[in-house]
């Protein structure tokens, strides 16, 4: 017997192959006899019907059956394009016949119609071959006597069926329904080549297991791609189409090999391979190597993440015009999707977070961390994972998200909405160095506060009380301790309108019934990356990125359906976050965060803690990354309550804090990262263009007077001369200053300059305190 003919390309529509349907048809009503009576059928009755079809003639072909685009499933890609997750309702990835091995379409052919190549629609030979076969073996049926085409077109009918009704017709034992596949196969096989139909039938096949086509198949089996499929898993593949379910190898092995021995046979018999490595291979064992292909989010690694993404596409009408079409087009659309997620730091993300509060606590945490010149979301973590089971802390809420991507409320942001009268305060031109009394508690009449149409009336004042001390504080003291009655104050300077319109333009939404002066106290719901995404402004300095989980995605076809390139605007002066940025790191260096600096890279941040520490944050940030951390108190049922005398993450908790909840957990996943992050510093604050910079008075001893001028102006201080003094410097240069070399001062603050008269002074050896080059009558040093 011949060997099955190679895939080659060749043309439908030759007049070889149309006079061969029509032969086809001619000779339907003694074939149709033969199906029936493999139907078990009364023949005479079938006789008249098929011969009136017949009688019709060729000009009532039917119409081409159309081939609907396959389901697949979606995978989902890190940054590093490692596979995070796949979607799908049927795990099916299509490949060109040019990607499948030439043993695989081999073994298929010889098994399921070894003569493909050579026959039309329906294979005559085949089919009384099968009838005989059959009726020898008692009737029962044991062999196939459909063609590769009519099995894709019976696949294809089923596949494309709606509802359970079409899909039992299209599944029916009846004559009707095998007249009506091989009607349509003399259509495919005058529209489309014999390479298409075999592709499309390796693709369109169920290979058990719940494999489609023979990618996915090749990929569970046996953890190969299709093209690289060898003679002996080929043959096992081969076998399973008549039966995926009966000769599963995974459930049954033994039917499994037995059926993978009789495709080795057959292929030995057509010559396919010699009958040596048939028997060779028989008596070999399977050789599985079973790859799972995890469907939907929860069984990926980034959980919330993946979610994330899915809620984000699902907002775009590139993916159809309903929520119903656009989950269908990414569950089944066979897309790739390039996220901006680092499993780097989603694991130091997902570690500090689950060491730092546990899945069953009364309390939830979370964490985002985002780009700041790009708006790319690297990772986002949350305590609560993802499942239905409550007693394990299980949720489907996704706290690290805005509201639209995870249908959490939020958690009000405390003191970190702070930074937003701070930086309207700079841009205006509030020095930095400007002193405001700010005592214990206060109470500041409505009045006082302006809004964008004028003074605020809403109820009769704003009373208002420190938890961090009370003095004297400037913009530098003041942010870096907190202090509530400062802002207060400083808020009825900046005025209520600039800086709500700054927090709306750094992505932060404060709610029209929220607009009231305590805002700035962090009144409003918020979350993580909505929170991480505003300071990336200030890392940034002052432009400003939209956070964006993905940055693009591929049809199946491999084209770009959508891309997510930075969405970045200029919304603050470079000057007035880089002197944010000066103020924030003082939190870091000394303040409030400096017990969970990380080291080896430069850091700003901001604790926020709500009055009745229902919740926490710690919001800081390098030139590189910004992160968000909060930890809020929450009841399984969704209620909220107060952090205080909980047990979070295994401690007890009796004063909540930012520094003390949100700020470790926030420190723990940085330092995991450092590695990954540049050394970069943030820019310092011009003092020529910000009123008050706090900055050190540079040591121009030894300098021509114009020299050291020069010095300090560009630092921004202003400038004048003094007497002359002796010192051991030359004549003319500068002996000393006042401020003293090294003392913070502001910008704008004036530097005495005492000239040198070039004569050296008698050494005073009472005093042998170290000379900082301060001159008579030095100042004194500045909060």
């Not at 006789?47 to 059956?65: C, E, H, I, M, Y």
């Amino acid at each position: 017997m011949s060997a099955p003919v190679p895939p080659v390309d060749q043309d439908a529509r030759t007049p070889r192959r149309v006079a061969a349907h029509l032969g086809v048809m001619m000779a339907v009503a003694v074939v149709m006899g033969l199906l029936v009576a493999c139907l078990t059928l009364p023949f005479a009755g079938v006789l008249s019907v098929v011969a009136k079809d017949v009688s019709k003639g060729v000009d009532d072909l039917p119409a081409d059956l159309e081939t609907e685009d396959l389901s697949q499933k979606t995978r989902i890609y890190d940054v590093n394009g490692d596979l995070i997750a796949s979607l799908y309702d049927e795990n099916r990835i299509s490949v060109p016949l040019s990607q499948i091995s030439r043993r695989m379409t081999e073994a298929i052919v010889s098994i399921e119609d070894y003569r493909f190549y050579q026959h039309g629609a329906l294979d005559l030979k085949g089919t009384i071959r099968a009838f005989v076969t059959n009726q020898a073996g008692g009737g029962a049926v044991q062999q196939g006597g459909s063609s590769i085409t009519q099995q894709l077109v019976k696949l294809t009918l089923v596949n494309q069926a709606d509802g359970e009704e079409e899909r039992a017709e299209a599944t029916a034992d009846t004559y009707e329904r095998k007249l009506r596949e091989l009607r349509y196969a003399v259509a495919m096989e005058e529209e489309y080549s014999k390479d298409w139909i075999l592709e499309r039938y390796l693709n369109i096949a169920y290979f058990g297991d719940g494999a489609h086509g023979i990618q996915a198949a090749a990929r569970h089996y046996f953890s190969v791609n299709a093209k690289d499929l060898n003679v002996k898993q080929a043959a096992t593949l081969a076998g399973l189409v008549k039966n995926p379910n009966g000769y599963n190898p995974v459930k049954n092995k033994e039917r499994a090999l037995d059926r993978r021995n009789t495709v080795l046979d057959r292929m030995a018999e057509l010559s396919v391979i010699p009958e040596e490595q048939a028997a060779k291979l028989k008596k070999q064992k399977l050789g599985l190597k079973i790859e799972d292909s995890p469907n939907g989010c929860q069984q990926s690694q980034a959980q919330f993440y993946c979610d994330y993404v899915v809620r984000y596409l699902m907002e775009d009408p590139a993916f159809g015009e309903g929520p119903t079409e656009r989950l269908r087009k990414l569950k089944n659309g066979g897309l790739t999707i390039h996220t901006n997620l680092d499993m780097r730091m989603q694991k130091a993300a997902d570690e500090s977070v689950s060491n730092h509060v546990y899945a069953t606590d009364q309390a939830v945490g979370g964490l985002a961390m985002v780009e700041p010149k790009t708006g790319a979301v690297r990772a986002i973590a949350q305590s609560r994972p993802m499942g239905t089971n409550r007693k394990k802390g299980e949720t489907h809420l996704n706290y690290a998200v805005p509201e639209q991507y995870g249908d959490a409320n939020g958690f009000q942001a405390g003191s970190t909405f702070k930074v937003f009268v701070l930086a309207a305060a700079i841009r205006q031109g509030i020095p930095l160095n400007t002193q405001i009394n700010s005592p214990q508690s206060m109470f500041i009449p409505d009045a006082e506060f302006e809004t964008c149409d004028g003074p605020y009336y809403g109820s009769s004042g704003w009373p208002v009380s420190n938890s961090t001390g009370h003095g004297s504080y400037n913009l530098y003291t003041g942010t870096q301790n907190s202090v509530n009655t400062f802002f207060a104050q400083l808020e009825t300077r900046t005025g209520m309108c600039e800086p709500l319109q700054l927090a709306e333009d750094m992505g932060v939404n404060i709610p029209e019934a929220q607009q009231v002066p305590s805002w700035i106290l962090g009144v409003s719901d918020s979350n993580p990356v909505e929170m991480a995404q505003a300071y990336a402004t200030f890392a940034n300095r002052g432009i400003h990125c939209e956070a964006r989980p993905v940055d693009k995605v591929q049809g199946a076809d491999g084209q770009v359906i959508a891309e997510y390139k930075p969405d970045c605007e200029q919304v603050l002066p470079q000057t007035t976050a880089d002197a944010v940025n000066d103020i924030l790191r003082g939190v870091m260096e000394g303040g409030f965060g400096s017990g969970f600096r990380p080291s080896g890279v430069y850091s700003a941040g901001k604790t926020g803690t709500t009055q009745d520490n229902k919740s926490v944050w710690f919001v800081g940030y390098t030139p590189d990354l910004a992160t968000a951390s909060m930890i809020a108190g929450a009841e399984a049922d969704g209620d909220w309550r107060s952090l205080n005398g909980l047990y979070v993450g295994g401690s007890y908790v009796s004063s909540a804090s930012g520094s003390g909840l949100a700020g470790p957990m926030w420190g723990d996943a940085m330092s995991a990262i450092t590695q990954y992050l540049s050394s970069d510093d943030f820019v310092a604050p011009a003092g020529t263009e910000v009123a008050g910079v706090l900055t050190a008075v540079p040591d121009v001893r030894g300098m021509s007077i114009s020299s050291a001028t020069s010095t300090l102006e560009a630092k921004g201080f202003k400038v004048t001369v003094g007497y002359a003094m002796n010192s051991g410097y030359a004549e003319g240069t500068v002996a000393a200053t006042s401020p003293g070399a090294y003392e913070m001062f502001g910008s704008g603050d004036t530097i005495t300059l005492y000239p040198s008269t070039g004569v050296k002074p008698k050494p005073d050896k009472k005093n042998k305190k170290k000379d900082r080059g301060r001159g008579p009558g030095d100042g004194r040093g500045r909060d």
